[in-house]
């Protein structure tokens, strides 16, 4: 379900409509043809981007999805998983043929509106379709894929992300980026964020934690239950999580009333006492960037090293060494990351920079003096050109989040160039021009700008493009 409005770009043009993203009517004469194998994005002017360089078999044309309805069978003593998704879309052209992301697994049936289509695999991850009858722009389809197999995690400069299972254990879905295609038969871009409902099937020991709200649990013959989970308010792939594990469950109150639910590994109660303080974080949050944008709130804990701290959309994921300032970060990443996510991947540090920021908010509320931190900061890589170098609107393919300290450093840069009025009206405002849609670094640097009432150019040349350390004067802007 792709949110567009102010900020975003357009649908589609009607020239490159029939021809690449099919988003369009298209013209009587025009022939069904195959959606792209990578989701080609267009600028507001009509200037076609094409896919995303870091990952252009990712996504795909041709159609937007509405719903996620999966149907899991996990057997953790074999650590296989059986599973049907059924997918709600719609064609955004006149579609013969069309693709999902499905990275290992096996695919053992396909249909399209309860036909059996046609299928095959194609490169790393990409499950071909072609329905038996074309569709025709605007219809809504649906797709129902069945699979199984053992499914495998990526790995990435943070660590494996993806589906993590250990044997007769936990089994969990997180991380990001591509992590979805892991796990379930996916339209794998961030800008077609839909709704998710997930059933899983399993011993009676194991528990079961998804997005969104439980709305079920129910026996499933000797032994077994099933457990559902849906979250209504679409979410990009990389914010689904799944978690499959003996957890103990806590369930803690909210301000406002409503309850929140956080689950731990039994090797992990001790994050107790950092869960627990969720709701003093979000009230804190709520004040500095509005109302809380999710229908549900909550965390998992794990007894496991993950290199990162997941902000999964309504219930963050966290390794063995998270901390405070972790649960900080991915509640401040409910509205910057979940709540607004970049439109591809080079992108990331765009939301990210602000939820990382949100700890150094955190941390000024219980006396730390940002700007002395700042100082600090600077004074260690004054020198580092290594530190430098990578440019925050486009920090590298598998290094999306490296330079995460540059860009907390940029965000509070802009905090004194701009004062803190503008500053917390931005962190506020920015989410809610496009609610859950997807903005980029130039939407931003726009949104920035008419905030703040000045020209902000040589600020973004020199720290979102930039690869040398800024002027002085835009390094201390204020002083």
Known sequence: MTVRIRWQEPLCTALLATTMIGACPASAAAQPAPGSDGYV???????????????????????????????????????YLSGKVTITATATQDLDRFDLDLRGLTVRSVTVDGVAATFRREGEHELVITPRTPLANGARFTVVVGYDGRPEPIATARGRVGWLAAYGDSAV????PRSAMTWFPVNGTEVDKATLRVSVTVLDEFSVLGNGSQVSDVPAGYGRHTVTWSEETALA???AMLGIGRWEVERITLPGGRTAINAYHPCAVDKRKIGGRLPEVLEFLTGKFGDYPQSAAGGLFLDRSLGYTHGAQTRPVYGRAATVADLVYASAYQWWGAGVSGKMWRDALMPESIARYAVWLWDEKNGVDPDRRYREMVAKVRDDAAFWAPKLTDPGKGTEFAPTAKAVLMVHALRRLVGDDAFFQILA?????????????HDFELYVSAMAQRDLGEFNHAWLDGTVRPPDSLLFPGS
């Open 41 to 79: 994005h267009v600028s507001p002017d009509g200037t076609v981007l094409g896919p995303d360089p870091y990952y252009p078999k990712d996504g795909n044309g041709g159609y937007d999805v509405d719903r996620y309805s999966l149907a899991l069978d996990y057997a953790p003593y074999s650590m």
């Open 237 to 239: 792939p990389s914010t």
């Open 429 to 441: 405002g920015f989410p809610v021009i496009n609610p859950q849609g997807n903005q980029n670094w």
């Open 173 to 176: 879905a997180t991380g990001q």
